[in-house]
Nanobody, 121 residues
Framework: QVQLVESGGGLVQPGGSLRLSCAASGTIFSINAMGWYRQAPGKQRELVAA???????NYIDSVKGRFTISRDNAKNTVYLQMNSLKPEDTAVYYC???????????????WGQGTQVTVSS
């Protein structure tokens, strides 16, 4: 079994920073792409940033220059550094990873439980 556990959300003032972490654990054979999604009230879930196993990254336009995604392959962990936060960044943030576990030769999508990020004065 595989689990993704997130941490690092909270309440921050506009212009502030937060760092999200997501650690994968369990019977992991290999991890491919990892990413962060977010869902604001009344809106669809959207991909915020993604990173491949080789370290290539992509971001939605609204966070370019403010957010940075990174990963530590030795720790099976992905991070999202969020700077210059805006009220419109308020959402539940979910991590996602494409994982092959030890007992299943196919790739599967796994999700974290979500962490609330609120940007407000």
């Amino acid at each position: 079994q595989v689990q993704l556990v997130e941490s690092g959300g909270g309440l921050v003032q506009p212009g502030g920073s937060l760092r999200l972490s997501c650690a994968a654990s369990g019977t992991i054979f290999s991890i491919n792409a990892m990413g962060w999604y977010r869902q604001a009230p009344g809106k669809q879930r959207e991909l915020v940033a993604a990173i491949t196993s080789g370290g290539s990254t992509n971001y939605i336009d609204s966070v370019k220059g403010r957010f940075t995604i990174s990963r530590d392959n030795a720790k099976n962990t992905v991070y999202l550094q969020m700077n210059s936060l805006k009220p419109e960044d308020t959402a539940v943030y979910y991590c996602n990873a494409q994982i092959r576990d030890t007992w299943n030769p196919t790739w599967s999508d796994y999700w974290g439980q979500g962490t609330q990020v609120t940007v407000s004065s």
